[in-house]
């Protein structure tokens, strides 16, 4: 063992884990600045474009206005149910999965396996809970390491090795050892909001092309200059509609795929074994029986997830993990 | 005048927040491989603890072993002599501990009727896991110190390191035997 942490037989040379969470707060929280950016913008575009059209003067003199609000209302809406979702997302997860928090009597395996993997990371004993499910999976919560829950559910504690078992806890180990979740639930929330917002947009250029349209052709004499301002409102109205919830989606699934590749690196960090989480994603991958208890809203906290059935569409760019035969191709390069 | 004085001032202002940084994340990693090595007292203080409960039942299954668990518990002994003592010492007994008990797990496996026995298997698991926590906590104590030890060593830090009181660390090194312990089948 000693001589594993002279050199990783995993090519992985960074172990020091709290290190690596420090620098993983950094960049979730300059993500998380971003994304607010552009909700904001999105947000000042939304205010401008309405100021242009419920503008009677023609001239657009109020828009400006109308834009400082908006934006400031996305600001003040994004920090408001980031806290909120922040500050009730635990229980939320939980409750949305029906799992149920065990003792080590009731499960001793899962109990020392997870004891072991908090050991290899150098981090608090998690809460330890169980799913009442035939379905294979695997979930992790928590925002700071002390408060942190693994969950299994009962088919994979059935299913799994001791080693399989230990891989796939490592997995949900690495997700609180680098924070994802703090940074999947903050991303969701701002992604969440910006698709809120711009679906909005996109239903009122339906309303204000027919009302406003109207309005403009029977003004169109007097209005000079007018008539192009409100093609451009519209114009921006549908382009942020269409375009910016399909970016914010883009983005945040590319970055929970990464991140389900860096758990399973992580995972093998940890346990110095990739055979384990491959068996394990093998019989995960293999599995019929399915998880009628998942909640679309955690969907992306899972070890593989628990709606979409893999092969072919697996690596489409709205995933939320990448597919298992290319997570089992970087693990084997791995070994 | 004013200005090279300022330009003096600046140079240490900077000198000292520097040297607070480095001083602190000094304290920071050896605060971390402290931590972990109490991680791996606690786990082998329970694997001290197991092995008079280990030795007890299967010592009516393997009579033809007698030599064998003398040896357990003599390196148990050992180990419990040496807590509390310097770390290279304690180190030394209790990797000794972990080969006697590897050879001690691999004869079990020729004996079927220890593994009929619910009490036997129970206790397997708790020391085969307890191995894992020695086996996982030994591998955080060794990342902590590779940290540690770099940050001590590297330049600039290897010049104030040593007067401050920040030595290097030993790594936790597994013995020849231990290395081989075979693997207990559970399932």
């Known amino acids: 063992m000693a001589a594993d942490s002279a050199a990783p037989p995993t090519g992985l040379s960074r172990t020091d884990f709290l290190a690596a969470i420090r620098r993983n707060r950094r960049n979730t929280a300059l993500l998380c600045i971003l994304l607010t950016l552009i909700g904001v913008v999105v947000g000042a575009g939304i205010g401008w474009a309405y100021g242009i059209l419920i503008d009677e003067t023609g001239t657009g003199e109020g828009a400006g206005d109308y834009a400082l609000y908006a934006g400031g209302f996305m600001l003040l809406f994004s920090l408001v149910w980031t806290a909120v979702a922040l500050f009730l997302g635990d229980k939320l997860v939980l409750g949305l999965t029906g799992a149920r928090a065990v003792a080590k009597e009731d499960a001793p395996v899962l109990w020392n396996v997870v004891e072991e993997m908090a050991l290899a990371a150098g981090l608090p004993m998690p809460q330890v809970a169980i799913m009442e499910t035939d379905a294979l999976n695997a979930f992790a919560t928590g925002l700071k390491p002390e408060k942190a829950t693994v969950a299994v559910t009962r088919g994979l504690l059935d299913a799994l090795s001791r080693d399989e078992l230990q891989g796939v806890v490592a997995h949900e180990m690495s997700h609180i050892a680098n924070d994802d979740v703090l940074y999947m639930t903050a991303v969701g929330v701002l992604v969440g909001l910006i698709v809120l917002v711009s679906d909005l947009a996109l239903r009122s250029t339906r309303f204000v092309g027919w009302g406003g349209g109207g309005h403009g052709r029977r003004s169109s004499g007097d209005r000079k200059g007018g008539g192009g301002l409100v093609v451009i409102a519209i114009l921006v109205l549908l382009l942020i509609g269409l375009l910016s919830p399909v970016a914010a989606r883009l983005v945040q699934m590319a970055v929970s795929r990464q991140r389900e590749y860096l758990a399973d690196a992580t995972s093998v960090k940890l346990t110095r074994n990739p055979l384990g989480l491959i068996g394990a994603l093998r019989k995960l991958d293999q599995a019929t029986a399915r998880f009628d208890n998942a909640s679309k809203a955690v969907q992306h906290l899972f070890i593989v997830n628990p709606f979409r059935k893999f092969g072919e569409h697996a690596s489409a760019l709205m995933a939320t993990h990448p597919s298992i035969e290319q997570r089992i191709e970087r693990l084997r390069a791995l070994g | ?187």
Do not use: C
């Open chain 2, 1 to 187: 005048m004013g200005t090279t004085g300022w330009i003096v001032i600046g140079v240490v202002v900077v000198l000292v927040l520097w040297g607070i940084l480095l001083y602190n994340g000094l304290v920071a990693g050896r605060n971390q491989v402290e931590a972990a090595w109490r991680q791996i007292d606690v786990q082998l203080k329970r694997r001290r603890d197991l092995i008079p409960n280990l030795v007890e039942t299967v010592k009516g299954y393997m009579g033809y072993e007698q030599e064998t668990l003398q040896a357990v518990i003599k390196a148990r002994n050992a180990a419990v002599a040496a807590e509390g003592g310097p770390r290279e010492g304690q180190i030394q007994a209790e990797a000794a501990l972990g080969a006697t008990l590897g050879r001690l797990f691999a004869l079990a496996e020729s004996y079927p009727d220890l593994k009929a026995n619910q009490n036997a298997m129970q206790l397997q698991e708790e020391l085969t896991s307890t191995e894992n926590k020695i086996a996982f906590s030994r591998q955080h104590y060794n990342d902590s110190v590779m940290a540690q030890n770099t940050r001590v060593e590297s330049f600039p830090a290897v010049l104030v390191a040593g007067p401050l009181g920040f030595g290097k660390h030993p790594y936790f090194e597994a013995g020849d035997q231990d290395r081989e312990v075979p693997q207990v089948k559970l399932r």
